[in-house]
């Protein structure tokens, strides 16, 4: 009977998801009271935000979607490291985007400073820029905090413009993101630091958190968010072939370095402006593979929520994971720019509510890793995917004495214990989504 309740309630979220789309259906909604966490430096535990995390309610009419949030995502935010006074605050935002979309057959639009979309959930994503250029007239810096105005002011088009990526690294978080005026973005593929095949950054040692999801070569990358254009965004990885078929392959920029050694009116190639600091530095060259994306970062490609096939952004990463050039949407929209963050809805809506999750797939041994094992100071428990639901992870004794107990919440992919205080030995870890459990050996070696 208990097997005939849970298939029928499969067939009947299945159905309802599918009347509604991904657009309306992919959004991680706080059902449970999550709140936000944020580090402070000098300090390896996290503070509680008074600050609901992900998304708190998704309604929809025929054209458009229109998700509310605060901004706060579930994974530990901070601390940012190059001097950002900054904290992830309270963005009481609605963003507004197109069920719709359709592709810009005109003049593209350019992207912008500022919000192009949106993750699912509810943290901004900004594109590839600073908001710092290099002044040819005066061979200095300007814009941005400690800069002086670019002449033609913040929109005005420069030589040569600065790339976040290489120029704010130090300010990033474990989870490769930042505030601007308390508006917690990312600018990358929201994936951990630690968790690259090259590590770049070594942040994650003192602050361990992770990023919205986690890279995984053998299967297709979840969606990941939505442009302003209305088209989705997925992680790095796809299938090779635009109809679905020739297995999973890493999605790759077309842009590469220029083999330029010089920069006309600009800063010398040297360590503080090494090759890649800036835009300019950067050429697109057309690819007819299929797993090469066009020059708005993407292409048109059946995806497990859109087997029918979709215009689709991926955030790219090169062969060690390392975010890539230019990263999630490109210098331009590929369709027209309808998205946009609101103050109010004015038509009626239907509210999307989301339904208790009765299997997800992270929730089997494969897809959860303990590490690092044997462990000295941290253990880390990983899922394979974004968390739909929150998890209980607890740790054990030999004898069976709970020693700790922590939480994986909905939208994050990691939790952690610490175990600097242990003796050495073998401790068992359980993994809990309140219907079922998984267990762990991990052995302590101090």
Same mark, same amino acid.
């Given at each position: 009977?208990?097997?005939?309740?849970?298939?029928?309630?499969? @067939?009947?979220?299945?159905?309802?998801?599918?009347?509604?789309?991904?657009?309306?259906? =992919? #959004?991680?909604?706080?059902?449970?009271?999550?709140?936000?966490?944020?580090?402070?430096?000098?300090?390896?535990?996290?503070?509680?935000?008074?600050?609901?995390?992900?998304?708190?309610?998704?309604?929809? =009419?025929?054209?458009?979607?229109?998700?509310?949030?605060?901004?706060?995502?579930?994974?530990?935010?901070?601390?940012?490291?190059? $001097?950002?006074?900054?904290?992830?605050?309270?963005?009481?935002?609605?963003?507004?985007?197109?069920?719709?979309?359709?592709?810009?057959?005109?003049?593209?639009?350019?992207?912008?400073?500022?919000?192009?979309?949106?993750?699912?959930?509810?943290?901004?994503?900004?594109?590839? %820029?600073?908001?710092?250029? #290099?002044?040819?007239?005066?061979?200095?810096?300007?814009?941005?905090?400690?800069?002086?105005?670019?002449?033609?002011?913040?929109?005005?088009?420069?030589?040569?413009? %600065?790339?976040?990526?290489?120029?704010?690294?130090?300010?990033?978080?474990?989870?490769?993101?930042?505030?601007?005026?308390?508006?917690?973005?990312?600018?990358?593929?929201?994936?951990?630091?630690?968790?690259?095949?090259?590590?770049?950054?070594?942040?994650?040692?003192?602050?361990?958190?992770? !990023?919205?999801?986690?890279?995984?070569?053998?299967?297709?990358?979840?969606?990941?968010?939505?442009?302003?254009?209305?088209?989705?965004?997925?992680?790095?990885?796809?299938?090779?072939?635009?109809?679905?078929? !020739?297995?999973?392959? %890493?999605?790759?920029?077309?842009?590469?370095?220029?083999?330029?050694?010089?920069?006309?009116?600009?800063?010398?190639?040297?360590?503080?402006?090494?090759? !890649?600091?800036?835009?300019?530095?950067?050429?697109?060259?057309?690819?007819?593979?299929?797993?090469?994306?066009?020059?708005?970062?993407?292409?048109?490609?059946?995806?497990?929520?859109?087997?029918?096939?979709?215009?689709?952004?991926?955030?790219?990463?090169?062969?060690?994971?390392?975010?890539?050039?230019?990263?999630?949407?490109?210098?331009?929209?590929?369709?027209?720019?309808?998205?946009?963050?609101?103050?109010?809805?004015?038509?009626?809506?239907?509210?999307?509510?989301? #339904?208790?999750?009765?299997?997800?797939?992270?929730?089997?041994?494969?897809?959860?890793?303990?590490?690092?094992?044997?462990?000295?100071?941290?253990?880390?428990?990983?899922?394979?995917?974004?968390?739909?639901?929150?998890?209980?992870?607890?740790?054990?004794?030999?004898?069976?004495?709970?020693?700790?107990?922590?939480?994986?919440?909905? $939208?994050?992919?990691?939790?952690?214990?610490?175990?600097?205080?242990?003796?050495?030995?073998?401790?068992?870890?359980?993994?809990?989504?309140?219907?079922?459990?998984?267990?762990?050996? @991990?052995?302590?070696?101090?």
């Amino acid at each position: 009977m208990k097997k005939t309740l849970l298939l029928l309630s499969l @067939i009947l979220s299945s159905i309802y998801s599918q009347a509604q789309g991904p657009a309306v259906t =992919s #959004w991680l909604q706080n059902i449970t009271g999550i709140q936000g966490r944020h580090y402070v430096q000098g300090n390896a535990t996290p503070i509680t935000d008074n600050i609901d995390a992900n998304v708190q309610t998704v309604q929809y =009419s025929n054209d458009w979607v229109y998700v509310s949030t605060h901004g706060i995502p579930a994974y530990i935010t901070g601390p940012f490291l190059d $001097g950002n006074p900054s904290l992830a605050s309270d963005q009481n935002a609605i963003y507004k985007i197109s069920r719709n979309p359709v592709e810009n057959t005109g003049v593209k639009t350019s992207t912008r400073g500022g919000n192009i979309g949106i993750f699912i959930n509810g943290v901004s994503l900004f594109d590839w %820029r600073d908001g710092v250029a #290099w002044n040819p007239n005066t061979n200095a810096l300007c814009g941005g905090p400690g800069n002086p105005p670019c002449p033609g002011g913040p929109t005005a088009t420069l030589d040569w413009n %600065r790339d976040a990526i290489p120029a704010e690294m130090d300010g990033f978080d474990c989870s490769k993101a930042h505030p601007a005026m308390g508006n917690y973005h990312h600018h990358q593929n929201p994936s951990a630091f630690n968790l690259d095949l090259l590590v770049v950054s070594n942040i994650c040692d003192m602050y361990p958190a992770d !990023g919205l999801y986690v890279l995984d070569s053998t299967t297709h990358s979840p969606l990941i968010g939505y442009a302003y254009d209305g088209f989705p965004i997925y992680g790095a990885y796809g299938y090779k072939n635009t109809d679905g078929t !020739g297995g999973i392959v %890493r999605m790759k920029s077309s842009y590469s370095l220029s083999t330029a050694t010089t920069r006309a009116n600009g800063p010398a190639v040297n360590t503080t402006y090494p090759a !890649g600091y800036w835009k300019e530095d950067y050429v697109y060259n057309a690819n007819t593979d299929p797993d090469y994306l066009d020059e708005h970062n993407g292409r048109i490609c059946k995806t497990p929520e859109y087997p029918d096939g979709i215009y689709c952004y991926f955030a790219t990463v090169d062969e060690n994971w390392n975010s890539a050039y230019p990263y999630v949407v490109g210098l331009t929209y590929y369709g027209t720019v309808t998205g946009e963050k609101v103050t109010s809805i004015s038509e009626p809506t239907t509210t999307y509510t989301q #339904w208790p999750t009765a299997i997800d797939d992270n929730f089997k041994a494969s897809a959860i890793k303990a590490y690092p094992n044997p462990a000295n100071d941290y253990i880390a428990i990983q899922l394979g995917n974004i968390a739909k639901e929150n998890y209980t992870i607890t740790l054990f004794d030999i004898t069976g004495k709970k020693l700790q107990e922590s939480a994986i919440n909905q $939208g994050s992919t990691l939790g952690y214990f610490d175990v600097r205080s242990s003796y050495s030995g073998v401790y068992t870890l359980t993994i809990s989504n309140g219907k079922s459990s998984i267990t762990k050996k @991990i052995v302590l070696n101090k």
